[in-house]
């Protein structure tokens, strides 16, 4: 069965940082890329970052850039989110998902449960 838990989520204030971790288990966590998505109060799904199986391509929404970084240990099979300079607009509950990728596009499958993220003073 396939299962990702989130944790490393919590309260932080305004310009602090977090580290979100993804534990992947049931599914050969090295063959897939792995997408981190948000959603905040009231909003919905937002993508914010996605990582290719080898962890060589990392892409993130604009919101984002410059301020997160994304990354993996596939020898642990978990994923990574460094959260850095936070606002109080990424407060946001955040899901890791499985992800297929190919030349067309993407698709996220088998998510989490998530991590809840408060940056507010």
């Known amino acids: 069965e396939v299962q990702l838990v989130e944790s490393g989520g919590g309260l932080v204030q305004p310009g602090g940082s977090l580290r979100l971790s993804c534990a992947a288990t049931?599914?050969?966590?090295?063959?897939?890329?792995m997408t981190w998505v948000r959603q905040a109060p009231g909003k919905g799904l937002e993508w914010v970052s996605i990582?290719?199986?080898?962890?060589?391509?990392?892409y993130y929404a604009e919101s984002v850039k410059g301020r997160f970084t994304i990354s993996r240990d596939n020898a642990k099979n978990t994923l990574y989110l460094q959260m850095n300079s936070l606002k109080s607009e990424d407060t946001a509950v955040y899901y890791c998902?499985?992800?297929?990728?190919?030349?067309?596009?993407?698709?996220?499958?088998?998510w989490g449960q998530g991590t809840q993220v408060t940056a507010s003073s």
């Open positions: 998902a499985k992800t297929f990728s190919s030349g067309v596009g993407s698709i996220a499958v088998d």
């Open positions: 990582i290719s199986w080898d962890g060589v391509s990392t």
């Open positions: 049931g599914f050969t966590f090295r063959d897939y890329s």
